[in-house]
C-alpha cells in the first residue's frame, strides 16, 4: 500500500472535504482558504512554519513512514521518466496529504511565520529529505540542483534571529537536532556528531529521530543515484552518483508531489480542525490532545503561553530517564502499555473527576471535565496543578527507597495495584499541613489493607470501585484524614471489599502455603518487610532494605531429598502421597521460608538443617536470621519448628501491617 493510501485514507479525504465546504450555506457561501499546492510551492517564498510549543514532537519512523515515502517518490520518478518519452506526457501527481496552517503577525524584518496546527510530521520529513537530497547532489556541480535546493532549504537574511534561516522549525527539544541537520553538508558530518557504538544487540546512545531521518535520505538517495535500486540496470556501488538521475528525482519530488494546505481564517477553529484530521499518520496519544487543548486554550484566553510551558511542561517533552526521554517510555499496568505521561493523566484525571474514566477516553473525559465548569478556567493555575502532582507520580513510577511513600511505591508494583493511585495522588497534593506522622499513617493503612487481602489470597478485582469511593468520601470531608481514611475501609464488609483482621491475616501467615499463593514475588515483600520490622535505632543500616539480590530460601528445600535429613511428615493414613502433599505444604509455609543472597541459597539450598543453620548464622547479616542462633547442632528443623517461627513471624506481622482497634491472637485455630 502506498504512503499515501495509508495515511491519507478515504475518511481523512472525506473530512477533508467536510471541513474545507463547511461554512457553505444558503446564505453564505465562503469557505476555508484552501489550496493544492506542490513541494516547490510550499518552500520557496521566505517562510517560516512553525511547530507550536504544544504539540509533540517528531515521531516519524523508518519502517512505517520513511520508507513507505521514499518507495512513492521513487515511482513518481519512475512515472515522470516514462512519461517524459510519450508524445503526450501525463504525470498524475502524487498526493502527499493535507497540511493546516495559520498564519501569525510578524514585523517588517521577519519572514513571514505560519504556525502548523496539522502537518508538522510532514513537513519536518520533507525539509529533512530536500536537506539530503542538496548535501548529496552539491558535488554534482549542477547549478540548478545546488540553487534551486539552497532556496528551499534556507530562508535568505538578514534576520535578527539566524534561526529564522530554517523552513521548519520545531518545538524546544528538537531546535539542536535540526540545526545539526540542516547545516551539516554530510553524512559523515553528522555521523560524526552523533557517533554510535553497537552493545548489547542495539546501538547506543540512540540518535534523535531527525537525525536517523536525514540519514536514511542521504543513503536512498545516493543508493539510487548510483542505480542499485534499480532492477533494470546491473548495481553499480562504486559508481558516481547520476547526476541526470538527480535532476529527475529533484524535478518528481518539487514538482509531481501534491499537498492540500489550508490557511485559516480568523473565525476557524483550530482545535477541531486539528481532532478532525487526525485519524492518519501516527495515531496521537491523549497526552498530545490535552497538550494541544490546553495551550490552544491558554493562547485565546491571553495567557504567556511560553512561559506556561517553559515552566509546567516542558519537562514532560525533554525530562530525560533511562535509555530515553523520562515521560515518553512505555510502561505497563495492568493490561495497559502506554506512555509514563499517558498513565499519569489517566490516573491524575481520575482523582480530579472521581469517577471511572477508561483508558480510551481520556482525552474526551479531560475535555468534558475542562468544560463542565461555568466559569473560564485558568490554565496557568491547573497546569501548575498538574507538573507539581506529577512530581508524586514521578515516585510512584520510579520509587525511592527512604521514603515511606517509596517503599509503598515498590509493593505496589509487586501487587500490580495501580487502581489506587488516584488516591495517594489526591493525598499528595493535600499533604500541606498535615502532620507527617497522619501522612504516613494513612499510607500505612492502604498497604496494610492490600497487603493483608493479598496474603488471605482475597480478589483485587474491586479496588478501582473501592479506591474511588474512599476518594470521593474523602475529597467532600476535606483534607486527607486518616481517621476517616480507616473508618472508611474499616466500613467494607465482604470477602470482595473487607480489610482482614488480626485472626485471618495471622491464621493465613502461620497456616497457608505462602509461597504458592500469593506467590514468591509476595511472599519476599513479605520477608523484606519483617527484616526492615527486626531492625532497630541501634543499626546503622536501619532505612536500608534488603538488596534485590536476596532470594526466598526454604530452609526445609521444596524439592525431594533423602528421608534421612527430612523425614517425611506423619499423616492420619500411611500414604506416600498424602505425606508428599503435606511436605509441600509445610515447606511452603512462612516459617520455614528466609532470605539469602544467591550465592548462599545456591550452596546450601537442598542440604540437611545440621549443615545450613550453621552456615546461615555465619554469613547472613539479616535480622530476620538471627533466630537460628537459638538451635544447637543437633537440633532438628521439623513441621512443630516451621509453625513456631512462623507464630513469631506473624506477630511482627501483625506489627508491620496494623489493623484498627484489634485484639491480637495469641492462639489461632489449627489449621490443616
Request: overall charge neutral; proline content about 7%; charged content about 25%.
Amino acid at each position: 500500500m502506498s504512503f499515501a493510501r495509508r495515511f491519507t485514507n478515504p475518511e481523512t479525504l472525506a473530512r477533508l472535504d467536510f471541513l474545507t465546504n463547511r461554512k457553505k450555506t444558503s446564505g453564505d457561501e465562503r469557505t476555508m482558504k484552501t489550496n493544492k499546492i506542490t513541494v516547490f510551492d510550499l518552500f520557496e517564498k521566505q517562510r517560516r512554519y512553525l511547530v507550536p510549543i504544544f504539540q509533540r514532537g517528531y515521531v516519524w519512523t523508518r519502517d512505517a513512514q520513511w520508507e513507505p515515502l521514499w518507495q512513492d517518490l521513487l515511482d513518481q520518478a519512475r512515472e515522470v521518466r516514462e512519461q517524459s518519452a510519450k508524445p503526450k506526457p501525463l504525470v498524475r501527481k502524487h498526493f502527499l496529504g493535507a497540511i493546516v496552517l495559520n498564519q501569525l503577525p510578524t514585523t517588517i524584518k521577519q519572514a513571514a511565520a505560519y504556525e502548523i496546527i496539522d502537518g508538522q510530521q510532514r513537513l519536518m520529513t520533507l525539509q529533512v529529505l530536500l536537506a539530503a537530497l542538496r548535501d548529496i547532489t552539491k558535488p554534482l556541480g549542477s547549478d540548478y540542483l545546488n540553487i534551486t535546493l539552497e532556496r528551499l532549504t534556507t530562508n535568505p537574511g538578514p534576520f535578527g534571529d539566524q534561526d529564522e534561516r530554517f523552513k521548519v522549525w520545531p518545538t524546544a527539544a528538537y531546535h539542536e537536532d535540526l540545526r545539526s541537520v540542516m547545516k551539516a553538508g554530510s553524512a559523515e558530518a553528522i555521523k560524526e556528531k552523533y557517533p554510535q557504538r553497537f552493545h548489547y544487540r542495539k546501538w547506543v546512545p540512540p540518535r534523535p529521530p531527525l537525525v536517523d531521518a536525514y540519514l536514511f535520505f542521504c543513503e536512498a538517495i545516493i543508493t539510487h543515484l548510483r542505480g542499485q535500486a534499480d532492477a533494470e540496470e546491473e548495481p553499480q556501488p562504486d559508481a558516481p552518483p547520476n547526476s541526470e538521475r538527480a535532476e529527475e528525482l529533484a524535478g518528481a519530488i518539487l514538482r509531481e508531489v501534491q499537498l492540500v494546505a489550508i490557511e485559516l481564517e480568523a473565525e476557524d477553529d483550530p482545535q477541531v480542525i486539528f481532532e478532525t484530521l487526525n485519524a492518519r499518520g501516527v495515531p496521537l496519544e491523549p497526552s498530545d490532545l490535552i497538550r494541544n487543548f490546553l495551550f490552544l486554550y491558554a493562547s485565546r484566553h491571553g495567557e504567556d503561553v511560553q512561559t506556561l510551558y517553559e515552566h509546567c511542561w516542558k519537562d514532560f517533552d525533554e525530562a530525560p530517564g533511562g535509555s530515553g526521554k523520562f515521560w515518553k517510555q512505555k510502561e505497563r499496568q495492568g493490561r495497559f502499555l502506554r506512555s509514563r505521561l499517558d498513565l499519569f493523566l489517566f490516573h491524575y484525571l481520575t482523582y480530579r473527576v472521581q469517577h471511572e474514566v477508561k483508558m480510551g477516553h481520556v482525552y474526551q473525559e479531560f475535555r468534558d471535565w475542562w468544560n463542565g465548569e461555568s466559569e473560564p478556567r485558568s490554565v496557568t493555575e491547573e497546569l501548575a496543578a498538574l507538573h507539581n502532582s506529577s512530581k508524586s507520580f514521578h515516585a510512584l513510577l520510579v520509587p525511592p527507597s527512604d521514603t515511606r511513600l517509596g517503599i509503598l511505591a515498590q509493593r505496589l508494583r509487586v501487587l500490580d495495584t495501580t487502581t489506587v493511585y488516584p488516591l495517594i495522588l489526591w493525598m499528595c497534593d493535600h499533604r500541606k499541613g498535615l502532620a507527617e506522622e497522619e501522612f504516613e499513617g494513612m499510607l500505612d493503612d492502604i498497604e496494610s489493607y492490600l497487603v493483608r487481602r493479598s496474603v488471605c489470597d482475597l480478589t483485587p478485582k474491586n479496588y478501582n470501585r473501592i479506591f474511588l469511593a474512599i476518594l470521593s468520601k474523602l475529597c467532600r470531608e476535606g483534607p486527607p484524614n486518616r481517621l476517616t481514611l480507616r473508618r472508611e475501609l474499616l466500613a467494607l464488609k465482604g470477602e470482595s471489599s473487607l480489610w482482614p483482621n488480626d485472626e485471618m491475616f495471622k491464621e493465613r501467615l502461620v497456616y497457608a502455603p505462602l509461597y504458592q499463593r500469593p506467590g514468591p514475588k509476595m511472599t519476599r515483600v513479605v520477608l523484606t518487610a519483617l527484616e526492615l520490622g527486626y531492625r532497630t535505632s541501634r543499626q546503622e543500616y536501619q532505612n536500608t532494605p534488603p538488596g534485590a539480590s536476596l532470594t526466598v530460601e526454604h530452609i526445609w528445600p521444596q524439592s525431594d531429598t533423602t528421608q534421612d535429613d527430612w523425614p517425611l511428615p506423619a499423616v492420619q493414613e500411611d500414604n506416600p502421597i498424602l505425606r508428599g502433599l503435606k511436605r509441600l505444604e509445610i515447606v511452603n509455609r512462612l516459617g520455614n521460608l528466609t532470605l539469602l543472597t544467591q550465592p548462599l541459597n545456591s550452596q546450601i539450598s537442598r542440604g540437611p538443617f545440621r549443615l545450613k543453620r550453621p552456615e546461615i548464622t555465619k554469613q547472613s547479616l539479616l535480622s530476620l536470621n538471627a533466630y537460628f542462633q537459638n538451635f544447637a547442632d543437633g537440633d532438628v528443623w521439623n513441621e512443630s519448628t516451621i509453625l513456631q517461627r512462623g507464630l513469631q513471624l506473624a506477630e511482627r506481622a501483625l506489627n508491620v501491617w496494623p489493623y484498627p482497634q484489634s485484639t491480637l491472637v495469641s492462639n489461632p485455630p489449627n489449621v490443616t
